[in-house]
C-alpha cells in the first residue's frame, strides 16, 4: 500500500508569485485535507476534499485554493505569495471524513517565499 | 485564539521511565481526541486517539488520558524507549467540523540512554 506522497520536496519563490503544491492520497483514500505548518507551531487546516468537492475550510484568504482529482489526488494553489506564507505544507487523506477516519500525513512541502 | 495548547515545548526523560505529555483545550465542542507523533523530515504518524465519552484508551507502551471537566489530555508512554523521541503533537476535533483537526504547538520528547 502505497502512502501519501507530495510534491515538490522543496520550494523557493519570491513575494507576488503564485505556487501550486501536489498530493497523491494513500490508496483506497477519497478525502485530502491540507494543513499549513509555520515553525514551531503545530498544523493549521487551510481546507479539506471530499470526493473531489470542499467540504470544509480553515481560517485561510481565497487566495488559497485547492482542487481534487477523479483519482482522489489534490493540489493546492497559492496565490500572491507573501513572505508569511513560508511554512511546511502538509496533506493528509483518509478513507472519509468521519471523526474516527484517522488521516494520515505525507512527508510535507517545504515553502519558502523571498 | 490557541484553541489547543502544549505548554511545554519540550521534555527530557531517561530510557525506561515514563514520559508523560500534557495538553489543554479551551473549546468545549471539542469532542475526539488524538495524538500524533513527528519525526524530523517526515510527516505526522497517528499514534493514539479517545472519544470524549471515555476517559483512558491504551494501544501498547500508550495511554492516553482525558478529563474533560479539566479540558485536559495527557499521553503516557511505558516504558520510554530512545526511538520515541520526536515532537508529539496533540489533536482535537469536533462533531461539526468536516474532520477538521486543531493541533497544539507540540512538545520535543527526548528519551536519553
Known amino acids: 500500500e502505497t502512502g501519501v506522497t507530495q510534491s515538490p520536496t522543496h520550494l523557493i519563490k519570491t513575494r507576488g508569485q503564485q505556487v501550486t503544491l501536489r498530493c497523491s492520497s494513500q490508496s483506497g483514500h477519497n478525502t485530502v485535507s491540507w494543513y499549513q505548518q509555520a515553525l514551531g507551531q503545530g498544523p493549521q487546516f487551510i481546507f479539506q476534499y471530499y470526493r473531489e468537492e470542499e467540504n470544509g475550510r480553515g481560517n485561510f484568504p481565497p487566495r488559497f485554493s485547492g482542487l481534487q482529482f477523479p483519482n482522489y489526488s489534490s493540489e493546492l494553489n497559492v496565490n500572491a505569495l507573501e513572505l508569511d506564507d513560508s511554512a511546511l505544507y502538509l496533506c493528509a487523506s483518509s478513507h472519509g471524513t468521519g471523526l474516527r477516519d484517522t488521516q494520515y500525513f505525507g512527508p510535507g512541502t517545504r515553502l519558502t517565499v523571498l | 485564539d490557541q484553541q489547543v495548547k502544549q505548554n511545554s515545548p519540550s521534555l527530557s526523560v531517561q530510557e525506561g521511565r515514563i514520559s508523560i505529555l500534557n495538553c489543554d483545550y479551551t473549546?468545549?465542542?471539542?469532542?475526539?481526541f488524538l495524538w500524533y507523533k513527528k519525526y524530523p523530515a517526515e510527516g505526522p504518524t497517528f499514534l493514539i486517539s479517545?472519544?470524549?465519552?471515555?476517559d483512558k484508551n491504551e494501544d501498547g507502551r500508550f495511554t492516553v488520558f482525558l478529563n474533560k471537566s479539566a479540558k485536559h489530555l495527557s499521553l503516557h508512554i511505558v516504558p520510554s524507549q530512545p526511538g520515541d523521541s520526536a515532537v508529539y503533537f496533540c489533536?482535537?476535533?469536533?462533531?461539526?467540523?468536516?474532520?477538521?483537526?486543531?493541533f497544539g504547538q507540540g512538545t520535543r520528547l527526548t528519551i536519553n540512554p
Open positions: 473549546n468545549s465542542m471539542f469532542d475526539y
Open positions: 479517545i472519544s470524549s465519552i471515555k
Open positions: 489533536a482535537a476535533s469536533a462533531q461539526k467540523g468536516a474532520q477538521k483537526l486543531v
